[in-house]
C-alpha cells in the first residue's frame, strides 16, 4: 500500500530493455534506503515494482509486459528522474489516499498554465476511466495524491503548488507527456454500483 505522498527523486541509472520485458536499476538520495530489502515494494512514477536487486542506495526492478503497456516506464531512458514512494508501514500517517500502485492507465498532458506561485495542468484521460474522475475527488498521477479541479468531456485540471513542483517531476512535465494514472478505486466502486443499478433497472 501507497499513500500517495511522493518521498523524492531517483534517477534512472541502468536499463535492461529486452522484447516485452525491462530491468531498470535507480540510485535513491540518501536518507531513503534503511531496510531495503529484495522482494519489497517501491512505487516508481505511482507503479508498485519489487525490488529484486539492491546494493546500497541502487535498486533494481523487473518490469513485465503487462507493467510495460499501461504504465509510462517503457519510456524511460538512462539519467530520467522518476518519483519514488517506499511502501507504508502500520502506524505510518497517511496523508494523501490509499494507492495500491495499480496503474490504471496513463493520461496525457494537454495544457500547462503557470503563474509565479501556481501551476495548473490539463490532462487526457482514456474515455473509459473519465467516468471515475469526478470534480474535487482524488487521482493519483506518476504516484503523487492529488484532488481534482475541474473535469470537462474526456480532460480533467489538477492544481500543483510550488512544493509539489519541486520535489516531483511535475516540475518539469511538458505537453504531451504521458502520466501514470491511478483512479480513486472507492470511486469507482460507487459508479460501477450505481451504473449496474440503473442497468438492471431498465431491464
Not at 7 to 28: C, H, P, T, W, Y
Not at 73 to 93: S, T
Not at 138 to 147: E, P, Y
Not at 149 to 162: D, K, N, R, T
Request: aromatic content about 6%.
Amino acid at each position: 500500500m501507497f499513500t500517495g505522498i511522493v518521498q523524492g527523486l531517483a534517477e534512472v541509472i541502468a536499463l535492461n530493455k529486452r522484447d516485452q520485458f525491462m530491468q531498470i536499476r535507480v540510485s535513491l538520495p540518501e536518507g531513503h534506503t534503511k531496510n531495503l530489502q529484495t522482494g519489497a515494494s517501491i512505487a516508481i512514477n505511482g507503479t508498485c515494482l519489487t525490488i529484486t536487486e539492491f546494493s546500497q542506495n541502487e535498486v533494481q526492478f523487473d518490469v513485465i509486459e503487462e507493467t510495460l503497456q499501461v504504465t509510462n516506464l517503457g519510456k524511460l531512458e538512462i539519467g530520467d528522474r522518476i518519483n519514488f514512494e517506499r511502501a507504508a508501514r502500520y502506524g505510518d500517517e497517511i496523508g494523501g489516499h490509499q494507492l495500491s500502485g495499480h496503474i490504471s492507465s496513463t493520461a496525457t498532458i494537454s495544457q500547462i498554465i503557470r503563474t509565479p506561485d501556481n501551476c495548473t495542468l490539463w490532462l487526457t484521460a482514456p474515455a473509459e476511466l473519465i467516468q471515475y474522475i469526478i470534480p474535487k475527488g482524488f487521482v493519483a498521477l506518476n504516484g503523487c495524491s492529488l484532488t481534482t479541479g475541474e473535469v470537462q468531456a474526456s480532460s480533467f485540471s489538477i492544481h500543483l503548488i510550488p512544493e509539489t513542483l519541486a520535489v516531483t517531476t511535475f516540475g518539469n512535465a511538458n505537453i504531451g507527456d504521458k502520466i501514470n494514472l491511478e483512479v480513486d478505486p472507492q470511486t469507482q466502486a460507487i459508479v460501477d454500483t450505481v451504473n449496474r443499478f440503473l442497468h438492471n433497472r431498465n431491464l
